[in-house]
Nanobody, 119 residues
Framework: QVQLVESGGGLVQPGGSLRLSCAAS????????MGWYRQAPGKERQLVAQ????????NYADDVKGRFTISRDNDKNTVYLQMNSLKLEDTAVYYC????????????WGQGTQVTVSS
């Protein structure tokens, strides 16, 4: 059974930090590019960051560059998102995503974790 279980969300003040984790199981983690998406109320889900299987290629959304860092531990089947200098507009539900890198014929989503930035 495939599972992507996110954790680490919560309430934080502007300028604060959070670290999201996504523990994966039930598929070959090393074959999948891993990413984080987010969806704010009334908006479409958008890519935040994505990392290839070996970690050598990373893409970030323009509005998180320099503030967020994605990383993965292939031994622990876990992907992380370190979020620093959080802004009000970072408030959203954050979803973990896995997509088979070369064929893109298999894709999984986590259930999402809420991140709220508020003073």
């Amino acid at each position: 059974q495939v599972q992507l279980v996110e954790s680490g969300g919560g309430l934080v003040q502007p300028g604060g930090s959070l670290r999201l984790s996504c523990a994966a199981s039930g598929f070959r983690f090393r074959e999948y590019a891993m990413g984080w998406y987010r969806q704010a109320p009334g908006k479409e889900r958008q890519l935040v960051a994505q990392m290839t299987t070996n970690g050598r290629t990373i893409n970030y959304a323009d509005d998180v560059k320099g503030r967020f860092t994605i990383s993965r531990d292939n031994d622990k089947n876990t992907v992380y998102l370190q979020m620093n200098s959080l802004k009000l507009e970072d408030t959203a539900v954050y979803y973990c995503n896995a997509i088979r890198q070369w064929t893109r014929d298999s894709e999984y989503w986590g259930q999402g974790t809420q991140v709220t930035v508020s003073s």
